[in-house]
DNA sequence: GAGTTTGAAACT
DNA sequence: CAGTTTCAAACTC
């Protein structure tokens, strides 16, 4: 410690004097402390502390938050670059003090932090706690972030002189790193107390996480300095939440395989050091790599958790926000491929973390009559623990049959399988399984149920009526259960029958089919009569519709919507498939084939056209550009079943809908395992 | 807990 | 692709 504060006491004294004379640095001085107030950042400062030396395991958690620490700065260091434009052809002379002037800067990053880091001990140890002490109670007391706040404008360069001259005092390294911390701190923190309370909890949740983080490894350094903080009692408790969910340590075996690739290593030697201890597995390296981007977790995560379509939907948001950016990384933005990276890991883990709480209750609310059951053969291994037991004899847990297997995980001790393959141990195996069953059905380790991004359907009438906005993606087939047992997939998973569905005498708790028809028919012949009064200007529908002046439906509660978002409404419509951004090829049979079959058995649903006549159709259609990640779901075009009189309006119309499913139909990356 | 039922998955 | 078989969960007793 003495040595590298000794080295940068040599190092800091020089250049900073240089670069306090110059002008421009008084300008922006002048600046900064304004920009500061505004800055969130003041996180950074801890999140650089926090992830300063993180452990190797750790490694795409703390990235993201590392990422977001450094995206703050970022913030800072654009506002302040903007100052400093003009210093570029200074930042050579600048360069010395580098550890201060581009502090935001991403290639000091993390010498950055490691500096904080010393910072931090230096401050509690050689120096009067006073200043150490000072950074940290700025950043984490609240209360007293409303004045310094004000002070802040002015106070910066006190601060720093303060600091300095207590650094001077005792090691003028110290000081210095002490003076930058300040500044940071300075130009982070909020006037008002209010955003400064948002910081403030970030700023606790990054450094709990720190604490945590870096307490394994580091505890030693770490809990010295981290326990000067005020708050770090109070940390204890979020933080560890905190970092379930944004560590990759889910609980278990969840599916969070981009970082497998970096866990794998580990994975090999728990498996050689703890074959039978599960607990290991579960905790973070069950699983299975290369699953549709452990998306199909989200309705088979675990029996007892099932589906909560409400959770669901915000993990479904999630994952529309970042999956496809997790999964297109070599679709566009190479540069950014780290972050999509991480950007899916965090996509796994919020997906995780979202399903696990909440579904265990949704479901024995919706699923009564089961609870007994499933209390008694789940046993809540731990509200983390929403593990699938599989109870498989002959499929070696490499099969679909296998729930584990299905929902890409790896069977843990929980499970009564016999002659399990699905273990970490086998992971070989196991892609290799997987990757043939993806061969044959690309969407095979797709999610089973999707929730749609817009529930309008559940806005537009009671539950009986509208059934839940998530879909299972397939359909169910049940012939003898009605849809009303476990049986049932769409029961089963909490969702209601929709189009996709080949039962029989459907009579589904969460919707029946035929609500789901008819709940169909309604938004189609809305959506046409809005789409006719706002697109009028198109001779195409125009033409093609002639009856479309007839549909004088009263507009739904959601006609709006259909409005403005035409496209969203037919999601609904087919709700789920696409949402992963099944491949292309992949969804596109099952569609038809499901199409088929609606089509023979269904004589409501059998329109003249279907995706024969439709598909020259979409293809031939151009223009829609706003598809969204979300349009995945649409998939499978079905709403052609409206009432056949009206088929022809409707086919006319459903052009919308048909751009929109082949623009939506993303590649489907995350089925490929080892991306 | 054993046996039956059920429907998805896998196979032919 | 349709029909059959296999499988394991769900269910019943």
Same mark, same amino acid.
Request: proline share 7%; aromatic share 4%.
């Given at each position: 410690?003495?040595?590298?504060?000794?080295?940068?006491?040599?190092?800091?004294?020089?250049?900073?004097?240089?670069?306090?004379?110059?002008?421009? #640095?008084?300008?922006?001085?002048?600046?900064?402390?304004?920009?500061?107030?505004? +800055?969130?950042?003041?996180?950074?400062? #801890?999140?650089?502390?926090?992830?300063? +030396?993180?452990?190797?395991?750790?490694? +795409?958690?703390?990235?993201?938050?590392?990422?977001?620490?450094?995206?703050?700065?970022?913030?800072?260091?654009?506002?302040?670059?903007?100052?400093?434009?003009?210093?570029? +052809?200074?930042?050579?002379?600048?360069?010395?003090?580098?550890?201060?002037?581009?502090?935001?800067?991403?290639?000091?990053?993390?010498?950055?932090?490691?500096?904080?880091?010393?910072?931090?001990?230096?401050?509690?140890?050689?120096?009067?706690?006073?200043?150490?002490?000072?950074?940290?109670?700025?950043?984490?007391?609240?209360?007293?972030?409303?004045?310094?706040?004000?002070?802040?404008?002015?106070?910066?360069?006190?601060?720093?002189?303060?600091?300095?001259?207590?650094?001077?005092?005792?090691?003028?390294? !110290?000081?210095?790193?002490?003076?930058?911390?300040?500044? *940071?701190?300075?130009?982070?923190?909020?006037?008002?107390?209010?955003?400064?309370?948002?910081?403030?909890?970030?700023?606790?949740?990054?450094?709990?996480?720190?604490?945590?983080?870096?307490?394994?490894?580091?505890?030693?350094?770490?809990?010295?300095?981290?326990?000067?903080?005020?708050?770090?009692?109070?940390?204890?408790?979020?933080?560890?939440?905190?970092?379930? *969910?944004?560590?990759?340590?889910?609980?278990?075996?969840?599916?969070?395989?981009?970082?497998?690739?970096?866990?794998?290593?580990?994975?090999?030697?728990?498996?050689?050091?703890?074959?039978?201890?599960?607990?290991?597995?579960?905790?973070?390296?069950?699983?299975?790599?290369?699953?549709?981007?452990?998306?199909?977790?989200?309705?088979?995560?675990?029996?007892?958790?099932?589906?909560?379509?409400?959770?669901?939907?915000?993990?479904?948001?999630?994952?529309?926000?970042?999956?496809?950016?997790?999964?297109?990384?070599?679709?566009?933005?190479?540069?950014?491929?780290?972050?999509?990276?991480?950007?899916?890991?965090?996509?796994?883990?919020?997906?995780?973390?979202?399903?696990?709480?909440?579904?265990?209750?949704?479901?024995?609310?919706?699923?009564?009559?089961?609870?007994?059951?499933?209390?008694?053969?789940? &046993?809540?291994?731990? &509200?983390?623990?929403?593990?699938?037991?599989?109870?498989?004899?002959?499929?070696?847990?490499?099969?679909?049959?296998?729930? !584990?297997?299905?929902?890409?995980?790896?069977?843990?001790?929980? !499970?009564?399988?016999?002659?399990?393959?699905?273990?970490?141990?086998?992971?070989?195996?196991?892609?290799?399984?997987?990757?043939?069953?993806?061969?044959?059905?690309?969407?095979?380790?797709?999610?089973?149920?999707?929730?749609?991004?817009?529930?309008?359907?559940?806005?537009?009438?009671?539950?009986?009526?509208?059934?839940?906005?998530?879909?299972?993606?397939?359909?169910?087939?049940?012939?003898?259960?009605?849809? *009303?047992?476990?049986?049932?997939?769409?029961?089963?998973?909490?969702?209601?029958?929709?189009?996709?569905?080949?039962?029989?005498?459907?009579?589904?708790?969460?919707?029946?089919?035929?609500?789901?028809?008819?709940?169909?028919?309604?938004?189609?012949?809305?959506?046409?009569?809005?789409?006719?009064?706002?697109?009028?200007?198109?001779?195409?529908?125009?033409?093609?519709?002639?009856?479309?002046?007839?549909?004088?439906?009263?507009?739904?509660?959601?006609? /709006?919507?259909?409005? /403005?978002?035409? $496209? *969203?409404?037919?999601?609904?419509?087919?709700?789920?498939?696409? $949402?992963?951004?099944?491949?292309?090829?992949?969804?596109?049979? %099952?569609?038809?084939?499901?199409?088929?079959?609606?089509?023979?058995?269904?004589?409501?649903?059998?329109?003249?056209?279907?995706?024969?006549?439709?598909?020259?159709?979409?293809?031939?259609?151009?223009?829609?550009?706003?598809?969204?990640?979300?349009?995945?779901?649409?998939?499978?075009?079905?709403?052609?079943?409206?009432?056949?009189?009206?088929?022809?309006?409707?086919?006319?119309?459903?052009?919308?809908?048909?751009?929109?499913?082949?623009?939506?139909? %993303?590649?489907?990356?995350?089925?490929?395992?080892?991306?």
């Amino acid at each position: 410690m003495d040595s590298s504060q000794k080295k940068k006491k040599i190092e800091t004294p020089t250049p900073k004097s240089k670069f306090e004379d110059s002008p421009v #640095f008084n300008f922006i001085n002048n600046l900064s402390p304004i920009e500061t107030v505004r +800055s969130i950042p003041t996180v950074q400062t #801890f999140n650089s502390l926090s992830f300063t +030396s993180p452990p190797p395991v750790f490694t +795409s958690p703390h990235a993201s938050f590392h990422r977001e620490s450094r995206f703050f700065r970022c913030h800072n260091s654009v506002e302040r670059s903007k100052a400093l434009e003009s210093l570029d +052809s200074t930042q050579e002379v600048v360069g010395g003090a580098s550890g201060e002037v581009d502090l935001n800067k991403d290639a000091t990053l993390e010498e950055e932090e490691e500096e904080e880091e010393e910072e931090t001990s230096c401050g509690h140890v050689d120096s009067p706690p006073g200043p150490g002490d000072i950074v940290t109670q700025v950043l984490l007391d609240p209360s007293g972030g409303a004045p310094r706040g004000e002070d802040n404008a002015s106070s910066s360069e006190d601060v720093r002189k303060i600091l300095d001259a207590q650094g001077e005092n005792d090691t003028p390294g !110290c000081g210095r790193l002490m003076a930058d911390a300040a500044e *940071l701190l300075v130009f982070r923190s909020p006037n008002d107390s209010e955003a400064f309370g948002c910081l403030v909890d970030k700023i606790s949740s990054s450094e709990r996480r720190f604490c945590a983080g870096v307490k394994l490894t580091k505890q030693n350094d770490i809990t010295k300095d981290v326990p000067a903080n005020d708050n770090e009692p109070l940390a204890l408790v979020p933080n560890q939440s905190v970092l379930s *969910l944004h560590r990759g340590s889910m609980r278990r075996r969840c599916l969070d395989f981009e970082v497998l690739g970096k866990r794998k290593k580990d994975i090999a030697d728990d498996d050689k050091q703890t074959l039978g201890d599960n607990k290991a597995e579960s905790s973070s390296k069950c699983v299975v790599p290369g699953i549709g981007l452990h998306l199909n977790a989200i309705p088979m995560s675990s029996k007892a958790i099932k589906i909560n379509t409400r959770h669901e939907g915000s993990a479904s948001v999630e994952v529309q926000k970042s999956f496809p950016g997790s999964i297109t990384p070599v679709h566009s933005q190479d540069i950014m491929q780290e972050t999509l990276v991480q950007a899916e890991t965090e996509a796994g883990e919020g997906l995780a973390v979202e399903e696990e709480t909440p579904k265990p209750l949704v479901f024995e609310e919706l699923n009564q009559d089961s609870f007994q059951k499933k209390k008694r053969k789940v &046993e809540e291994p731990g &509200e983390g623990d929403s593990c699938k037991r599989c109870n498989c004899k002959k499929s070696k847990c490499l099969k679909l049959y296998c729930e !584990c297997f299905a929902a890409g995980v790896y069977c843990i001790e929980p !499970c009564s399988c016999v002659d399990c393959f699905n273990r970490p141990i086998h992971e070989d195996t196991v892609l290799a399984t997987r990757k043939q069953i993806e061969s044959r059905n690309p969407l095979a380790f797709a999610p089973k149920v999707i929730r749609n991004s817009d529930s309008i359907m559940e806005t537009s009438d009671d539950a009986s009526k509208t059934p839940a906005s998530a879909r299972h993606k397939r359909g169910c087939n049940c012939k003898k259960s009605n849809c *009303l047992k476990k049986y049932c997939e769409c029961f089963q998973s909490g969702v209601g029958c929709s189009i996709n569905c080949r039962c029989e005498g459907c009579k589904n708790a969460f919707g029946k089919k035929e609500a789901y028809l008819l709940a169909i028919m309604e938004s189609k012949q809305e959506e046409d009569v809005s789409k006719i009064q706002q697109n009028s200007d198109l001779p195409k529908e125009v033409e093609q519709n002639p009856s479309s002046d007839q549909p004088s439906t009263p507009l739904p509660p959601y006609r /709006h919507m259909v409005v /403005h978002q035409p $496209f *969203l409404s037919k999601n609904r419509l087919p709700p789920t498939q696409f $949402f992963l951004g099944a491949g292309s090829s992949s969804f596109r049979k %099952p569609d038809r084939d499901l199409t088929q079959a609606r089509i023979d058995k269904k004589p409501l649903e059998t329109v003249a056209q279907d995706k024969t006549e439709i598909m020259p159709e979409i293809l031939s259609d151009t223009p829609i550009t706003t598809v969204k990640a979300i349009s995945p779901n649409s998939k499978r075009v079905s709403p052609p079943h409206i009432g056949s009189s009206e088929s022809g309006s409707i086919l006319g119309k459903r052009t919308n809908g048909r751009k929109l499913i082949l623009r939506s139909i %993303p590649a489907f990356p995350s089925l490929n395992p080892n991306q």
